[in-house]
């Protein structure tokens, strides 16, 4: 019996679910789950990681219109330079050795982490941020929308395209780069942030995930399952999460996602190892 026909589903749940309670960010552990409990190289697993972020990014994307906080002007740029740099990440990923790309993988986890601890510690104790000198995107009130200027562009731009190219390259969907960069670069409240966040997320991983199907590079039999139960569980998360506090979940996540980035940090150094040792 395979057993990656239950196990996919049941590792979609659990993802969609930390989806639904921290934002699209939960979707940077789709790529270590399945590597820890399926077993696949991460040149196999981020593109069903990827079609599971595009499902559930997109339903957010649709709430965000209906809702009118997702500024798809400046989604649409970005996902542009994102769709652009996918492709190289895909085709990138199978050319280097997965121990690598593993340890690489867990660095940008830890990163994550990190940062998620030292946020969530901030809110919890009340710290406010610090003051910042006025973002290249601004806010015309008058009109609603942002002002379009060079800096605005130019900073939107390399953004889309590091979270695209990393979207292809490791399956991330680049919700950890779109978010911060939203908040550093425009002076957009939170939740059109994370809605503009999502809009971008749908077209870059619908539009990688369609790639790696055309190029024969995902495996449908695992991705359908885990990205259908992912939607599932973002449903049934987003319903908990209107029960939790959103510093309380941030800090369960960051735990969370640094013991998986210690864990395949190890797993990849051992495999380095006995690659080295075995030529």
């Keep these: 019996m395979d057993y990656s026909t239950l196990i996919s589903p049941a590792l979609g749940i659990l993802v969609g679910i930390l989806m639904g309670l921290t934002g699209a960010g939960g979707g940077i552990l789709s790529v270590p789950l399945l590597v820890f409990f399926l077993g696949l190289p991460i040149a196999e697993a981020a593109p069903i990681a990827l079609?599971?972020?595009?499902?559930a990014s997109s339903i957010g994307a649709i709430l965000g219109l209906r809702n009118k906080i997702l500024r798809y002007k400046a989604a649409g740029f970005m996902a542009i330079f994102g769709l652009a740099l996918s492709p190289l990440g895909l085709w990138v990923a199978p050319q280097i050795p997965n121990a690598p790309l593993q340890i690489l993988f867990s660095l940008i986890l830890l990163y994550v982490a990190i940062r998620l601890l030292s946020q969530a510690r901030n809110e919890l104790k009340g710290i406010p941020e610090p003051n910042r000198k006025p973002p290249p995107c601004l806010m015309n009130p008058s009109i609603g929308k942002l002002q379009w200027t060079v800096p605005c562009a130019r900073a939107l731009m390399v953004s889309g395209s590091l979270a695209g190219f990393l979207s292809g390259l490791l399956g991330v969907g680049g919700g950890f780069i779109i978010v911060p960069a939203l908040k550093r670069y425009t002076d957009l409240p939170v939740k059109?942030?994370?809605?503009?966040?999502?809009?971008?997320?749908?077209?870059v991983t619908g539009g990688g995930a369609i790639f790696s199907a055309a190029s024969g590079n995902l495996n449908l039999i695992v991705a359908a399952p885990f990205s259908l139960a992912a939607l599932v569980g973002l449903l049934f998360g987003q319903l908990l999460g209107k029960k939790m506090s959103g510093p309380n979940v941030q800090l369960i996540f960051a735990i969370f996602t640094l013991l998986i980035a210690i864990s395949l940090l190890i797993k990849g150094a051992l495999n380095l190892h006995l690659d080295v040792f075995l030529k």
């Excluded at 079609?51 to 499902?55: G, M, T, Y």
């Excluded at 059109?192 to 077209?203: M, N, P």
């Design 51 to 55: 079609c599971a972020v595009a499902l």
């Design 192 to 203: 059109s942030i994370v809605a503009t966040s999502l809009g971008v997320l749908a077209i």
